[in-house]
């Protein structure tokens, strides 16, 4: 679904983790410049559970978080 994060998504990576480098690789249309204020406010829509966001490819993505581990 996202190739330019494919080598992140695995066991033990933490989700800003994630998140930070796929900003970093462009996967989303983030301005320059604004990348941290936009990790902030995406790590407190992870932390509420649901997000919609749009892709550089113009995709939708929907996505519902939550904790697999205790």
């Known amino acids: 679904m996202y190739p330019q994060s494919a080598d992140l998504i695995r066991p033990g990576i933490g989700f800003e983790d994630m ?4 900003v970093q690789r462009g996967q989303f249309s983030v301005p320059r410049g604004e990348e ?10 992870h932390r509420g559970n649901a997000t919609r966001l749009w892709a550089l490819s113009g995709r939708f993505n929907f ?4 904790r697999s581990r205790p």
Do not use: C, H
């Not at 998140?19 to 796929?22: L, S």
């Not at 936009?38 to 829509?45: I, S």
């Not at 996505?63 to 939550?66: A, K, V």
């Open 19 to 22: 998140m930070r480098a796929a």
């Open 36 to 45: 941290e204020a936009w990790l902030e406010m995406r790590m407190a829509l």
């Open 63 to 66: 996505s519902l978080s939550r």
